[in-house]
């Protein structure tokens, strides 16, 4: 059944130039739980985007649904959509395998623990090399322990910022100081080309007006941290009366606390009609078009992508001292940088970038000039065909007979289904 659907999306879907150059391109399948709006998947969304021009045949395999699945649909990528009705799910993990099989893939992506389990189970006694990315550093007990068993079973692991195998290094046991390899996040430019800028004529602001923006969903966990940037706010607007402040990110159900301390700290001294909680926003190159400032305030963090995007389009960016920021603006020289849960310390510093508009430019510029050059979507698909291209080169890895068996279970499984 399985079998027949992906013949015939693959004659219906398939460009005459992917045909033609099939057995010249490295055939690589991305696997995603979920397809809802965050990091991870923004960064796969780019990735199938710009497959074709980089020379990967890449397959898209979503195991759930979520608001980005018709852009996912609509790209580069061979999109299949399956369902996982179970934490382990064999019927899943057969599907995976007809279509590794039919497909010749020669790597499984995968960037979930989840993932890269029913990956694992799918391609026993296959010749396909299995990667799995680190997106996150929040890992559950049943996380960290299948994590153990995967981690050491990949042909490659990969993490998006040194600050995040460090983390992992010091605060896990997986293992890191081989197999780990570090790939930074890429950001497709094209996704963040200028627009109008909608969110100042939504909060009604005149061109003397300076905004500043800080992009991130409100979490109890700790993470990020605008109540930081909240208290930097009265001082400042005392100062300088034409700034307004937005927040875009939703509140998590999970997370009143923080977004409501935010709110009633801005009640209390007296700012709430200069500080915008505007929501969560889809458009984020409308929302970045009206910025003049963007802060990012984070007690702990893997990479960051919402700096680069700031610094992508030119922004002058102030990020918290933690590793990872401080790994993307090159220690501070491609973004200011104040240090953590320090609310006077973020005032001196927007006070000295709202006062000084060329140093405003110049911080932009080469925020810009950074973002381009190390957090291309290109330069990030190039290091992960490097890594494929380094594994496709390496003897296959012989399985053992426990996992022969294994493979004979899921084949008959997936005949059954067929």
């Given amino acids: 059944m399985l079998k027949g659907h992906s013949e015939r999306y693959a004659s219906a879907h398939l460009s005459p130039f992917l045909s033609a150059t099939f057995s010249t391109l490295m055939r690589v399948i991305h696997i995603l739980d979920t397809l809802n709006r965050g990091g991870a998947e923004i960064l796969a969304l780019d990735v199938c985007r710009n497959a074709k021009s980089n020379n990967l045949d890449l397959t898209f395999v979503a195991t759930g649904g979520g608001e980005l699945e018709d852009d996912f649909r609509n790209s580069e990528a061979?999109?299949?959509?399956?369902?996982?009705?179970?934490?382990?799910?064999?019927?899943?993990?057969?599907?995976?395998?007809s279509i590794i099989k039919e497909r010749k893939i020669q790597i499984v992506h995968s960037h979930q623990a989840v993932e890269a389990l029913h990956a694992y189970l799918a391609t026993f006694g296959l010749n396909t090399k299995q990667v799995l990315s680190?997106?996150?550093?929040?890992?559950?007990?049943?996380?960290?322990?299948?994590?153990?068993?995967?981690v050491p079973r990949m042909h490659a692991n990969i993490v998006v910022s040194r600050g995040l195998l460090s983390w992992l290094e010091t605060e896990t046991r997986l293992g890191t100081k081989s197999n780990f390899n570090v790939v930074y996040n890429g950001v497709d430019a094209r996704r963040l080309q200028?627009?109008?800028?909608?969110?100042?004529?939504?909060?009604?602001?005149s061109d003397n007006n300076l905004?500043?923006?800080?992009?991130?969903?409100?979490?109890?966990?700790?993470?990020?941290?605008?109540?930081?940037?909240?208290?930097?706010?009265?001082?400042?607007?005392?100062?300088?009366?034409h700034v307004h402040c937005a927040f875009i990110g939703e509140c998590l159900e999970k997370a009143p606390g923080l977004y409501q301390e935010c709110v009633n700290y801005c009640r209390e001294h007296s700012i709430a009609e200069r500080v915008h909680f505007v929501g969560k926003r889809a458009n984020i190159?409308?929302?970045?078009?009206?910025?003049?400032?963007?802060?990012?305030?984070?007690?702990r963090d893997t990479f960051g992508i919402a700096v680069v995007e700031a610094m992508m389009m030119s922004l002058p960016t102030i990020v918290s001292d933690i590793e990872p920021l401080l790994e993307v603006s090159a220690d501070?020289?491609?973004?200011?940088?104040?240090?953590?849960?320090?609310?006077?310390?973020?005032?001196?510093?927007?006070?000295?970038?709202?006062?000084?508009p060329c140093y405003r430019s110049n911080l932009g510029k080469r925020g810009k000039?950074?973002?381009?050059?190390?957090?291309?979507?290109?330069?990030?698909?190039?290091?992960?065909?490097?890594?494929y291209r380094r594994l496709l080169r390496s003897p296959a890895t012989r399985k053992s007979d426990e996992l022969q068996q294994i493979a004979g279970t899921l084949t008959s499984h997936n005949s059954e289904s067929d």
């Fill in 194 to 205: 200028h627009t109008r800028a909608g969110l100042r004529d939504e909060l009604r602001l």
């Fill in 285 to 299: 190159s409308e929302v970045l078009s009206s910025l003049d400032l963007f802060v990012f305030s984070s007690l």
């Fill in 332 to 356: 501070g020289t491609c973004a200011s940088v104040f240090r953590a849960k320090d609310p006077s310390d973020l005032t001196r510093k927007l006070i000295r970038l709202i006062d000084d």
């Fill in 211 to 241: 905004l500043i923006g800080m992009i991130g969903n409100f979490y109890n966990n700790a993470a990020k941290d605008q109540l930081t940037v909240c208290k930097a706010l009265p001082e400042l607007f005392s100062l300088s009366p």
């Fill in 134 to 150: 680190f997106h996150g550093a929040d890992f559950d007990l049943k996380n960290r322990l299948a994590l153990k068993f995967l």
């Fill in 78 to 97: 061979h999109f299949i959509r399956l369902q996982r009705e179970a934490p382990v799910d064999l019927r899943l993990a057969a599907q995976l395998r």
């Fill in 369 to 387: 000039k950074r973002a381009i050059e190390c957090f291309s979507i290109e330069a990030h698909i190039s290091s992960l065909t490097d890594i």
